[in-house]
Structures are given as C-alpha cells and as structure tokens.
C-alpha cells in the first residue's frame, strides 16, 4: 500500500495525484466542472482559437482554479504555427504546460513526428513544459527526449477513434525504453482500454472523446478515473505471469479422491 | 485598413484598446498578435495600428 501513497505523476516538476488528463472539447461548458470532479482530473486541456466578438463566454471562468491547464496547438500543420499558438496560450497567463499537436493530415489528424520534434525543442529553450503528442514512434520518442520533452503522448488510435489500443505493442516498447512519462493519448474509447494502458506501465491517460459522445459524461468520467486507478496499481503490484501453453491450477489436485 | 481575425477593418490610427473596445472583444480574456508577434497586453494601451497591419485576437476554447 505504502507505493501507491507515494505515487505521484510529474511532468515537468509538477507533481500530480491523478493519472487521468481531460479533454474539454465537444461538450458543454456547463458540464467541465461535473467531468473534473469526477474524473478526479488535475489536468484539463483546452484549445486556443479566434476569439469572437458574439460569444463572450471563458472557459476559464468553468474550469476550477485547482486544476492545471494543458493548452494544445492543435489546428497547426507545422512547427512555426504550433510555436505561435503556444506562445499566444502563455500569453493568456495561465502557465507554461503546452501539448504540441501538429497535423498535416486532415483525413485521419495523424500528428507530425518530425515538425512535432521541432516545435518541442524551440518551446522547451523558451521554459514551457512540453509535452508532445506523437505517432508512437522509437526514434521519435529518442529525439523529443533529447528535445527536451517534459513527456511523451503517444497516440492509442486516430483522435475522436474511440477506437482503443491499436498501437499498443509501439506504446509498450515507449513505455519500456523512454525515461520520461508516456501519456496514452487520443482513440482511447472505453475505461477498459485505459485500464489497459495503466496496466502496462503508463503514466497516465488523457482522453475527450470517450467522455464527449458518452450517454452519461459524469458517470462515464468516473468510470474512467477509477479505470485508470485500477490499472496503476496492477501495474504497480506487478501482474501475474501468462503461461505461453498449458495451464496451472490454482488449487492442489492431489490430497484427495486419489493418491 | 488593418486585418483583424482575417476580416478588413477601417481603423488604422487608433490603439489596440480602442479598437478591441470598437469591435466588442473582451480585453480580459484575449490574447494579441500583431503582425505575428505576441503584443503583450500592457503594450494594447499604446499600440497604435497601421494600414497593412495584421491583427490575431484568440482566446482558450474547449478542446483535447
């Protein structure tokens, strides 16, 4: 038990309780605080966009103030643009976290590893704290590390997928070879899947889609927080072997009805 | 004229404030770029726009 007291997340020297990040996008304003509380979520995402001149509402103004805000640069389709947007999301003051997404693919928004590798290292020399999503990549994963990453978001399937660990032998091998937190990131559809992830040994899991097109986001944010805590501590009590052939029972056969 | 969030708009002379105030954006929870550089807010007060100029205001909205 004494571990699983002392087992904080950190990115970037911030120490997190918590192992599951949140996506704020494609559900009401109204319900962020329902999902942080409980999600049990320390770190929340957001976009950065045009601002207009008709909808005057802040998402800041939803968000609780406890919470860590983890900017992302999506809609940038190179590393300049991705440095821009996160640079104009530390100018709106609420820390130095950004999560570079770069796509130039609009049809599956698989990211950009080697625009992404660019951005992280021109952001970290500038004091954010990076954490990069990426296809789930070895060498990549290698040169964000010496980019100087804070962490690494590999992606389980396409984003908004809900479609589950499709790559999860490439996260496993991210998972055993990088020195830095591996947040599952995007396509993790179901509680189990995060369960999974944890299980295998990561950091933690991020997701929005799971909770957004869920019946019930409330329910469904808890249900993945207690997932991902499930998971953690079987990672941490270490899971019992597979046995490649035969089986082994639980129980002694002899001692009784034989010799 | 000065581009601001990719519409035209007459308002070359006046400051980033005034012109923010004239088009309903809250200064409160946007941020500034002007000619793709970061205009830091203590400098909106002062900051007066140019024809040609290219103005980005954005704010965080909902997102993964």
């Given at each position: 038990m004494s571990e699983s007291k002392n087992d904080k997340l950190i990115i970037g020297g911030h120490e997190f309780d918590s192992r599951f990040i949140l996506g704020s996008g494609k559900y009401s304003l109204k319900l962020i605080e329902a999902a942080v509380k409980y999600a049990g979520a320390e770190i929340i995402t957001c976009a950065v966009r045009r601002a207009n001149t008709k909808d005057q509402e802040n998402i800041l103004d939803y968000i609780p103030k406890n919470v860590t805000l983890l900017p992302n640069t999506s809609g940038a389709r190179n590393a300049?643009?991705?440095?821009?947007?996160?640079?104009?999301?530390?100018?709106?003051?609420?820390?130095?976290?950004?999560?570079?997404?770069?796509?130039?693919?609009?049809?599956?928004?698989?990211?950009?590893?080697?625009?992404?590798?660019?951005?992280t290292e021109i952001l970290a020399n500038e004091g954010f704290i990076v954490m990069p999503y990426m296809?789930?990549?070895?060498?990549?994963?290698?040169?964000?590390?010496?980019?100087?990453?804070?962490?690494?978001?590999?992606?389980?399937?396409?984003?908004?997928?809900?479609k589950g660990l499709a790559t999860r032998d490439f996260i496993q091998i991210l998972i055993d070879e990088i020195d830095l937190p591996i947040i599952v990131d995007a396509g993790i559809g179901r509680p189990s899947q995060a369960c999974e992830a944890m299980e295998m040994g990561a950091a933690?899991?991020?997701?929005?889609?799971?909770?957004?097109?869920?019946?019930?986001?409330?329910?469904?944010?808890?249900?993945?927080?207690?997932?991902?805590?499930?998971?953690?501590?079987?990672?941490?009590?270490?899971?019992?072997?597979?046995?490649?052939r035969g089986a082994a029972p639980s129980d002694s056969l002899t001692g009784f009805l034989r010799d | 004229m000065v581009k601001i969030n990719g519409e035209q708009h007459d308002v070359s002379g006046k400051t980033v404030s005034e012109v923010l105030a004239e088009l309903g954006y809250n200064e409160k929870g946007v941020a500034v770029e002007l000619n793709e550089e970061i205009l830091p807010k203590c400098n909106y007060a002062s900051t007066v726009l140019e024809d040609g100029n290219s103005v980005e205001v954005v704010r965080f909205v909902g997102g993964g």
């Open positions: 300049d643009e991705a440095v821009r947007i996160a640079r104009l999301a530390r100018e709106l003051g609420c820390g130095d976290f950004v999560k570079i997404e770069i796509m130039r693919d609009t049809k599956y928004l698989l990211p950009d590893n080697s625009e992404t590798i660019k951005a296809y789930p990549d070895l060498n990549a994963a290698r040169d964000l590390v010496n980019a100087g990453a804070a962490s690494v978001m590999p992606l389980a399937s396409p984003i908004g997928s809900n933690a899991v991020m997701s929005n889609t799971a909770l957004a097109t869920a019946g019930d986001l409330p329910v469904m944010a808890e249900a993945f927080r207690n997932a991902v805590e499930a998971g953690r501590k079987a990672y941490l009590a270490g899971l019992g072997r597979v046995l490649t | -």
